[in-house]
């Protein structure tokens, strides 16, 4: 089975900032990679699939890359409602996590 | 939209049942899997198994021995069974629409279910 590792599992930042994730899967895969958000109390949001195609509302701020076992998640111009944690999955496997804080 | 509803609070080595009634689209769709995920306190998600109306499962194999995940199309709904639990099981469940290729699009809102005697 894939497994994911992402980094770092938390950073600060601040409103303005370019943020980004890494995401290392174990094996290269045909499945998605994708990114999902969640903010606390709430259920993850679907972000990013397939590497890099933004769902219907996601702002553009937010951009996804990478190929084989290597993925990043940017966020350019961070804004108050991006401070939340973020998590790649691929096939049935999620990383650990990064939590976006405020500096 | 999805609703999880079951018991809140289960006993140790006993068994969890939660069902999840899909509202707005149906469970019979060939073009999803219908998904549990689950998130401990504090910590990451897990996938524990989806269904296709066709028949087809997958479990994690981490869980695979003590899951059933089973669909109900009279009531457009799909349910888990997690038997034998311990305080490990402890989290948040999630059910959520997997709309192919393992890409879960709608999710419920969760429910908390503690494993304690």
């Known amino acids: 089975d894939i497994q994911m590792t992402q980094s770092p599992s938390s950073l600060s930042a601040s409103v303005g900032d370019r943020v980004t994730i890494t995401c290392r899967a174990s094996?290269?895969?045909?499945?998605?990679l994708n990114w999902y958000q969640q903010k606390p109390g709430t259920a993850p949001k679907l972000l990013i699939t397939?590497?890099?195609s933004l769902q219907s509302g996601v702002p553009s701020r937010f951009s996804g890359s990478g190929s084989g076992t290597d993925f990043t998640l940017t966020i350019t111009n961070l804004q108050p409602e991006d401070f939340a944690t973020y998590y790649c999955?691929?096939?049935?496997?999620f990383g650990q996590g990064t939590k976006v804080e405020i500096k | 939209q999805l609703q999880e509803s079951g018991p809140g609070l289960v006993k140790p080595s006993e068994t969890l049942s939660l069902t999840c009634t899909v509202s707005?689209?149906?469970?019979?769709?060939?073009?999803?899997?219908w998904a549990w995920i689950r998130q401990p306190p504090g910590k990451g998600l897990e996938w524990i198994g989806s269904v296709h109306y066709s028949g087809t499962t997958y479990y994690n194999p981490s869980l695979k021995s003590r899951v059933t995940i089973s669909l109900d199309t009279s009531k457009n709904r799909f349910s888990l069974m997690l038997s034998s639990v311990t305080a490990a099981d402890t989290a948040v469940y999630y059910c959520?629409?997997?709309?192919?290729?393992?890409?879960?699009?709608?999710w419920g809102q969760g429910t908390l279910v503690t494993a304690s005697s």
């Open positions: 707005g689209g149906s469970i019979s769709s060939n073009n999803h899997y």
């Open positions: 999955q691929q096939s049935y496997a």
């Open positions: 094996q290269s895969s045909s499945f998605s």
């Open positions: 397939s590497t890099s």
């Open positions: 959520a629409r997997d709309y192919g290729n393992v890409r879960t699009d709608y």
